[in-house]
């Protein structure tokens, strides 16, 4: 359980104080599928890196499984970043230079799993995610948008974690791609009770979500 309370988010900037988040309260049970919303500039970006403890709050609280994430210290704060939070981005993020198999088993060093294990484990994660042998061998430069994101999904669940972030996972790829996006990584999580929290602009995916939020200047509305 995920529970958010009177979450507050302000940047300096030189041309004065952004306000990006204005008193957040919101619960997500574990295993939902949750999806944000919102105009760009509404604070959806900044609500994922609170979540996934990326960026400090300015104020409030953040309770994962009974344990308030913003007030760990930054020694914590990675190891509940390693262990329990799964990041997808918009842009992929994998490491240019390593192939999809090295991509992912760099993962699996992070997250603490033993040298003999990682080959076969990135292998088993790649063919869940329907990126075959051949494909594995390649660097993302030589993969299709929607197989990039598919090597990131399977990335991103490489160390079991219990919610997964994903930063408009879909906005680079045509719509249908999108959706088989997130059907796959719906499908992936169901047995394990991930819970996902999705930012989209795409209203058909977000409708198929369990529940939906929407972001406007900072605040739910
Ligand atoms: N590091 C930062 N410094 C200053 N302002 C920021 C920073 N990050 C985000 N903002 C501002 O906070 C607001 C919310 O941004 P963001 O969360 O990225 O929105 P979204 O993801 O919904 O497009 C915007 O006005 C943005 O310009
Ligand atoms: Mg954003």
Do not use: C, W
Not at 3 to 9: D, F
Not at 175 to 201: C, M, N, P, W
Request: glycine letters at 8%; proline letters at 3%; zero cysteines.
């Amino acid at each position: 359980m995920l529970k958010v309370k009177n979450l507050t988010k302000t940047f300096s900037s030189p041309s004065g104080d952004v306000n990006a988040l204005k008193a957040i309260n919101l619960n997500i049970e574990t295993g939902e599928f949750a999806s944000i919303i919102g105009k760009s500039g509404s604070g959806k970006s900044t609500l994922l890196s609170m979540l996934g403890a990326l960026d400090i709050p300015s104020s409030g609280n953040i309770e994962v499984d009974g344990v308030d994430i913003a007030k760990l210290s930054a020694h914590k704060q990675t190891a509940y970043r390693a262990r329990k939070i799964g990041f997808i981005f918009q842009q992929y993020n994998l490491i240019p230079n390593l192939t999809a198999l090295e991509n992912v088993m760099l993962a699996l060093e992070f997250g603490g799993v033993p040298k003999r294990k990682r080959k076969s484990r990135a292998q088993q994660l790649l063919n869940e995610v329907d990126i075959d042998e051949e494909q594995q061998l390649r660097k993302p430069s030589r993969l299709s948008g929607g197989q990039q994101q598919r090597v990131a999904i399977a990335r991103a669940l490489a160390n079991k974690p219990s919610i997964i972030l994903a930063d408009e996972p879909t906005g680079n790829l045509d719509s249908e791609t999108g959706k088989k996006i997130f059907d796959l990584l719906h499908k992936l999580t169901r047995s394990e009770k991930t819970t996902i929290i999705a930012v989209t602009h795409d209203m058909d995916i977000a409708g198929r979500t369990d529940r939906t939020f929407q972001l406007k200047d900072g605040k739910i509305i």
